[in-house]
């Protein structure tokens, strides 16, 4: 069993940049990928990014490749989505998540999910 529990988000504006962290409970956190979705109102739930493990290897939507970077640190159990270049089409909650295996772009691949935490990015 693994909890999440995601941070960070909040209100900024266009061109500014975020940093989302999300903490992982139990031992087994090194064994899972982390990936990121975001859900925007009305809309479903897309892959933004996905980190591998061991953090070699990692996955990003067109979107949001070369802005958006996500990273891990298995010591602390945490995995983080550095966030730059903000646009308004970035509101979305922001959701991390852990997949044993499978589709990395593919919600129903992943096996525990956090809560969310809202960015909002004004123009």
């Known amino acids: ?10 209100l900024v504006q266009a061109g500014d940049s975020l940093r989302l962290s999300c903490v992982a409970s ?9 990936g990121w979705f975001r859900q925007a109102p ?11 493990w061991g953090g070699a290897i990692t996955k990003y939507a067109d979107s949001v490749k070369g802005r958006f970077t996500i990273s891990r640190d298995n010591a602390k159990n945490t995995v983080y989505l550095q ?13 991390c998540a852990a ?3 499978g ?4 919600p129903a691949e992943y096996d525990y999910w956090g809560q ?4 909002t990015v004004s123009s």
């Open 42 to 52: 009305g809309k479903e739930r897309e892959f933004v990014a996905r980190i591998s």
């Open 26 to 34: 139990g031992r087994t956190f090194s064994t899972y990928a982390m």
């Open 83 to 95: 966030m730059n270049s903000l646009f308004p089409e970035d509101t979305a909650v922001y959701y």
């Open 99 to 101: 997949q044993s295996g």
């Open 1 to 10: 069993q693994v909890q999440l529990v995601e941070s960070g988000g909040g």
């Open 116 to 119: 969310g935490t809202q960015v």
């Open 103 to 106: 589709n990395y772009y593919a």
